[in-house]
């Protein structure tokens, strides 16, 4: 399988879903210059990614969308629903847990798990919920290879190193802590400070430079 830019990753899904939106209103096909349109990404570097799916338009008509959306699923590898565990059921892990979309578009959480005892031994939206003294023996025994780390920080280390000793090979965590691991781990950092921290300053800055100079 060859490597595909991360950049490129990071686009595919936005041209996925405009092409859902333009398969609801019965188009059939599309140009790469009206996903740009759509999706505010360059034409060329639209025609650059959508290459790496390896499906060919016809030119002057451009891709049938149908064929475009199997490709890109493909290409995302969300055709494949991969299972995955979940640890830290507080108030972050129990949204993901009620996240349908996540399931189509390739993972399945088949399991969760907590260090509260109050927080284990129950099920929510048909997901197991058990202690974490559980959670060695169902990871060797179900061969599941992706984790997400809902924890609170001060866990979020400990937690990836007993994934990775018990055969996790990529890490989804919502913590803000660096986690340090093994190079041939993937871990995917989704880092909600960082993205809060430009959207506060910008509504800011917004506000300051709009407000008339007696207010200020």
């Known amino acids: 399988m060859d490597s595909i830019p991360i950049l490129t990753l990071k686009r595919l899904p936005k041209y996925l879903e405009t092409l859902y939106q333009?398969?609801?209103?019965?188009?059939?096909?599309?140009?790469?210059?009206?996903?740009?349109?759509?999706?505010?990404v360059h034409m060329t570097q639209v025609r650059k990614d959508l290459a790496y799916t390896g499906v060919v338009g016809t030119p002057k008509v451009g891709h049938r969308i149908d064929d475009l959306i199997n490709a890109i699923e493909q290409c995302l590898n969300w055709n494949d629903v991969s299972s995955c565990f979940l640890v830290g059921v507080g108030h972050l892990g129990k949204a993901l847990?009620?996240?349908?979309?996540?399931?189509?578009?390739?993972?399945?959480?088949?399991?969760?798990f907590d260090a509260k005892p109050e927080?284990?031994?129950?099920?929510l939206h048909g997901i197991p919920i058990y202690g974490m003294d559980k959670f060695t023996n169902l990871l060797s025994r179900l061969h599941v290879h992706i984790g997400?780390?809902?924890?609170?920080?001060?866990?979020a280390q400990e937690v990836a190193n007993l994934m990775v000793e018990n055969g996790v090979i990529a890490i989804w965590n919502f913590t803000p802590v660096k986690l340090e691991l093994p190079?041939?781990?993937?871990?995917?950092?989704?880092?909600?400070?960082?993205?809060?921290?430009?959207?506060?300053?910008?509504?800011?800055?917004?506000?300051?430079?709009?407000?008339?100079?007696?207010?200020?």
């Open 148 to 155: 997400i780390i809902t924890t609170p920080a001060e866990a």
């Open 183 to 216: 190079t041939e781990i993937i871990v995917e950092n989704i880092d909600m400070s960082a993205s809060l921290a430009v959207l506060s300053r910008r509504v800011a800055e917004k506000l300051y430079n709009t407000a008339p100079r007696d207010l200020i």
């Open 119 to 123: 927080a284990t031994g129950s099920y």
């Open 97 to 112: 847990m009620g996240y349908s979309e996540l399931s189509r578009k390739g993972l399945r959480i088949i399991a969760a």
């Open 22 to 40: 333009l398969k609801k209103t019965g188009i059939r096909t599309v140009t790469a210059t009206k996903i740009a349109v759509f999706t505010d």
